[in-house]
């Protein structure tokens, strides 16, 4: 499956914005599709994964209760809802995909081996 994230753009804080990651080929249900994001030098952070099958959604720690993860299967698509943006959410927001992942493995972007290239948010203060 190939990936394509975007959306991003310039957002003041306190703000909304909502990104998009759309599939190109089979989507297989046992798949998970993530978020990641990634601050000037700063490690790739898990923002939150959903599975591609009825129901499991879930969330890293700083973003839970601000941003939320769906999905549109006629659409191949899973869209990240950003609310109340801060000035720490600026980053480069990667999709990423894999299969038969646990939740306990879901948080670790070495499980994942299909990536889109990624999407710029910008949040000025």
């Known amino acids: 499956v190939q990936l394509q994230a975007y959306g991003g753009g310039l957002v003041q804080a306190g703000g909304s914005l909502r990104l998009s990651c759309a599939a190109s080929?089979?989507?297989?249900?046992?798949?998970?599709i993530a978020w990641f994001r990634q601050a000037p030098g700063k490690e790739r952070e898990y923002v939150g994964a959903?599975?591609?099958?009825?129901?499991?959604?879930y969330y890293g720690g700083s973003m839970k209760g601000r941003f939320s993860i769906s999905k549109d299967k006629a659409k191949n698509t899973v869209y990240l809802q950003m609310n109340s943006l801060k000035p720490e959410d600026t980053a480069v927001y990667y999709c990423?995909?894999?299969?038969?992942?646990?939740?306990?493995?879901?948080?670790?972007?070495?499980?994942?081996?299909?990536w889109g290239q990624g999407t710029l948010v910008t949040v000025s203060s």
């Open positions: 959903i599975r591609w099958n009825a129901g499991g959604t």
């Open positions: 080929g089979y989507i297989f249900n046992s798949y998970a």
């Open positions: 990423a995909a894999a299969d038969r992942l646990i939740v306990s493995s879901m948080n670790n972007a070495r499980n994942y081996n299909n």
